[in-house]
């Protein structure tokens, strides 16, 4: 029998099913299932990430739809400003040397536009041979028409109702990506650092006042030194100037109880309300000034005075020379410091004060945390709740406007000449909008309405303000834009709200909170009943798993196999930062079953070991590497093993089948029923509450275990005929039934070896069902098979005394084709041995014993091996199965061979020489095989003893 191969069927059965729609669903009268799909980045490409988030949302899918009801899985794409707008301005440089600035705005996004017609459907592609069952006709887009006129018209609405709005305000500013970014957006990471403690002269005094900064060019920006009012060091300094270093600028010591702590570093404290958060808090307190230091690129300006013009790390360095020099540095400390970078280019973000469009929060706060609080919202795991409410409890205004080109363009329009200091480009363009400019709204929300003329003047010089919104503004509306909102379609009425959001951890604050917030402020309902929070994939190590690292790897490959070139940022765990992988073809089922039988629904993260084999043979410059993934190994394993047991027990003998109903009264029959309807029922409420690792553990378990080691081999006489017609009739209408029943409960899971096995089947037996398609067919009921705890119990004793016999048979080295010549059970209780007894030909057959004994009482011979399970005694003769002498002779040598290595590793470890030169993994790797020796040496001994 040829094992499973995957890739033939996956496209096969793909395509019958996007051709005939059996993704597609129209509003009806039953009860919908509906998700939105997190929309990936047009420029992203498929990780492991994607493959479990998107195949746990598929799972949900598949199973409701074969629920019966009306599905409905919304795909698409997110425009992902400042990713997609970085691809191209880089392949502009790259291949004309120029800059968007050069080619200006509208040619820019001509540009993008393009690039995302062209590139921006290949993660589409990939998630079609993930086997999602999205409705693709429903494919949306952050920036088509109809979701443009929603981000437009909620902005305009936000903006009338005083909840956004614009200011000056102190923002991360990212001087690679030249633009705003919303606190959510920054990723903190600990570096090495210093403190360095630097003297301001005290006016008018011989004295200094020492302050400690991580960041010393900041200085330059610096209103004042803050000090505690209660700080018995500095009280007769309150009120008083002092000299600002290098540019001598005199500046307030003034008191600010909230800013300056007594207990910390000098308890006085420089105050640069440009660049600081604290401190521009201290300055709105005090209404001290607030300077900017930097250009947008991130180099010094003007007000850095002999300092303008170079970047942050040059000016560091001239600043700490100059206060050296000038005998104003008292000392530096060594630390480590936690710094923003950005999320997109890892630059170091900055405290930038500038003119940005924020949106008011604590309103909508509100709004999220009521839902939330009143059960609306219902979050799995629990635990997560926490989260989205602690959040919720320090969440800022969020900054949404970001100075790139591509993206929804603020709909707010000024006046040139109210406002002549309005910064153009030599094309027109506006550059740069004063805060004070009055804001000029469209006539009306439409997405091409625009302005006319200035209300107050009348000019029909306007321009449009430059800046486009945060990409989370157009994501949190997701939910609403691609069911139609605004407008009032059928498909908003019958699937909103969506039934589940499944996501990571990571955006809960970015985007789970933030559509609540829109569909309680909008359509006063909430986006989404559950929200299914998952784990993050993580390597053995602990680490998130990228390709940039050089521990991940694409689930493409995965899935179809073949070569991929990494290239990582540097090395990992002795693997080189360059090379080439080779992947074994896992098929889409192997990388589906692995994945989600880690996925619990708890969301635990999912590490995954990888294991790495050098090849010798290549002759290139790269090292090459094959790759084989355990957890995937186990889904391709179970594929071949029901892809064999179908085709090689199932359909072969079941050609001449005919239905002969459930009536059987034989105990195996009447366990396999009984099993269906508990497998049934686990399933079904594994899923609903999102364990689907359960699923794949029940499923596994009942396939491999009960049904094939156990089930078809006992029924293997019966099938072939040797216990009567109408035996095998009902063996083989339960191992039918069951096959059928299996490839239903696991075809959310593996679509694509179910539907195959699934056709097969119904070609085999057309009067099986009537559905045209696995996918389309009914969940099974558990109320078809009947349940039997007694009989159960029965055959699961049955099943643990051939599991003990087979142990006695490895244990005492009983070859595996060698028969057992007789075994004897002692079952105390009267009615348990009848019912045993009718097991006894299953028992035997699977464990190559030729007389079975069945008493209530046994006294134990010499040479017999005993095992006790629950209230049966097993009995094992071995006189005349092994020879006794030759086998104590074996176990002796290998005793006394073990005796000797423990006696050398003992030897070692007591030698304090050794233990403390050796290296600390190695001393620790010799304390291990001492305890394995030993464990192994104490069992050689309890076998020896039993032959004595």
């Known amino acids: 029998m040829n094992s499973y191969t995957p890739q033939e069927i996956e496209a096969k059965w793909y395509r019958f099913w996007e051709e005939n729609q059996l993704f597609h669903e129209v509003p009806d009268q039953r009860e919908h299932y509906s998700i939105v799909i997190p929309p990936p980045n047009v420029t992203g490409a498929l990780h492991l990430g994607h493959a479990l988030n998107n195949t746990i949302q598929d799972v949900l899918m598949r199973f409701h739809r074969m629920m019966q009801f009306n599905t409905c899985w919304i795909p698409g794409t997110d425009h992902a400003g400042i990713a997609t707008q970085s691809v191209v301005e880089r392949e502009l440089y790259k291949k004309e040397g120029k800059t968007r600035h050069d080619i200006g705005r509208q040619a820019l996004l001509d540009r993008i536009w393009k690039w995302k017609d062209t590139y921006g459907n290949r993660i589409i592609d990939q998630l079609k041979k993930l086997g999602c069952s999205c409705d693709w006709q429903r494919t949306c887009f952050t920036m088509d028409e109809h979701l443009s006129s929603a981000v437009r018209i909620v902005f305009l609405r936000l903006f009338q109702e005083g909840l956004v709005y614009r200011g000056k305000r102190l923002i991360n500013w990212c001087p690679g990506c030249r633009t705003a970014l919303s606190n959510d957006e920054l990723n903190y990471k600990e570096i090495p650092a210093h403190f360095w403690h630097i003297r301001y002269p005290v006016q008018g005094t011989q004295e200094y006042i020492v302050v400690a900064t991580t960041r010393p060019e900041t200085m ?159 979050f799995f795991p629990e635990k997560r709740a926490e989260d989205y409410l602690r959040w919720l409890e320090q969440t800022p205004d969020w900054c949404i406007s970001r100075q790139i080109w591509w993206g929804h363009r603020i709909p707010i329009w000024y006046c040139q000449d109210c406002n002549p200091s309005i910064e153009l480009a030599a094309n027109g363009e506006p550059i740069r909008i004063p805060g004070n400019a009055e804001p000029i709204l469209p006539p009306s929300d439409a997405v091409q309405s625009m302005p006319t003329a200035c209300p107050k003047c009348g000019s029909k010089r306007l321009v449009q303000d430059p800046d486009v919104l945060d990409t989370w503004f157009s994501s949190q509306l997701w939910p609403l834009s691609t069911l139609g909102w605004p407008q009032q379609t059928p498909d908003l009425a019958y699937y909103y709200p969506t039934n589940v959001l499944v996501t990571a951890r990571d955006i809960i604050a970015l985007w789970v909170a933030r559509m609540v917030m829109m569909g309680m402020k909008f359509r006063n309902q909430k986006p989404f009943h559950h929200v299914f929070i998952h784990g993050t994939i993580q390597d053995e190590h602990g680490d998130i798993m990228s390709k940039s690292r050089g521990n991940g790897f694409d689930p493409v490959k995965i899935i179809e196999g073949g070569s991929d070139q990494i290239r990582a940022s540097k090395p990992f765990h002795g693997i080189p930062a360059e090379r080439i992988e080779h992947y074994p073809t896992y098929g889409c089922d192997a990388l589906r079953f692995g994945l989600m039988s880690m996925c619990s629904g708890q969301g635990q993260d999912i590490r995954i070991l990888v294991q790495r084999t050098e090849r010798t043979q290549e002759k290139d410059a790269l090292k090459h590497y094959d790759i084989e993934i355990p957890l995937f190994e186990e889904g391709k394993r179970f594929c071949n093993k029901i892809w064999q047991a179908a085709n090689g027990v199932i359909f072969k003998n079941c050609q001449d089948f005919a239905h002969a109903g459930f009536n059987s009264q034989s105990m195996e029959d009447i366990y396999l029923m009984d099993r269906l309807h508990q497998v049934i029922q686990i399933a079904t409420s594994a899923l609903k509450e999102y364990r689907i690792g359960e699923v794949c553990t029940e499923l596994y378990h009942f396939f491999w275990d009960d049904f094939c080691s156990w089930y078809l081999e006992v029924v293997k006489p019966r099938l072939w005929g040797e216990q009567g017609e109408e035996s095998k009739r009902y063996a083989q209408t339960m191992i039918v039934e069951s096959l059928d029943v299996f490839l239903r409960l696991l075809h959310p899971i593996m679509p694509f070896v179910t539907e195959e096995l699934w056709q097969a089947l119904h070609t085999l037996i057309p009067s099986l069902h009537t559905e045209r398609a696995c996918i389309k067919a009914k969940w099974p009921d558990p109320q078809r098979f009947p349940a039997n705890p007694s009989v159960r119990n029965t055959v699961d004793l049955s099943r643990e005394i051939i599991y003990a016999i087979n142990n006695i048979r490895s244990e005492q080295k009983v070859k595996p084709g060698q028969k057992l010549p007789k075994a004897i059970l002692a079952v105390a209780n009267p009615e348990m041995l009848m019912q045993l007894n009718s097991l006894i030909p299953g028992i035997c057959k699977l464990t190559k014993v030729d007389e079975m004994v069945l008493c209530t009482a046994f006294e134990k011979p010499g040479h017999t091996a005993t095992r006790m399970v629950k209230d049966v005694v097993i009995y094992i003769p071995l006189e005349g199965v092994i020879d006794f002498a030759k086998e104590r002779q074996k176990l002796q040598k290998e005793i006394s061979q073990l005796q000797q290595q423990i006696e050398q590793i003992e030897k070692k470890l007591d030698n304090t020489e050794y233990t403390s030169k050796a290296p600390g993994h190695v001393v620790v790797r010799e304390r291990e095989r001492l305890a394995e020796f030993k464990k192994t040496l104490q069992q050689l001994q309890q076998e020896l003893n039993a032959l004595i």
């Open 220 to 378: 330059l920006g610096d209103t004042a030194v803050a000090v505690n009012s209660k700080d018995e060091r500095y009280q007769k300094w309150i009120g008083k100037t002092c000299v600002l270093p290098l540019l001598n600028r005199e500046i307030p010591i003034i008191a600010d109880d909230l800013l300056a702590d007594p207990t910390k570093g000098t308890g006085a404290v420089k105050v640069t309300p440009g660049h600081d958060p604290n401190d521009y808090a201290c300055g709105l307190r005090n209404h001290l000034p607030m300077i900017n230091i930097l250009n947008e690129d991130g180099t010094l300006n003007s007000n850095a005075g002999p300092y303008q013009g170079l970047s942050i790390t040059n000016a560091r360095q001239k600043v700490v020379a100059d206060l050296t020099a000038q005998g104003l540095l008292l000392k530096i400390e060594d630390m480590q410091h936690e710094i923003a970078h950005c999320y997109r280019s890892d630059d170091v973000v900055e405290p930038y004060l500038s003119d940005q469009w924020f949106v008011k929060m604590a309103p909508l706060v509100e709004l999220a945390k009521k839902a939330v609080l009143d059960k609306e919202v219902t």
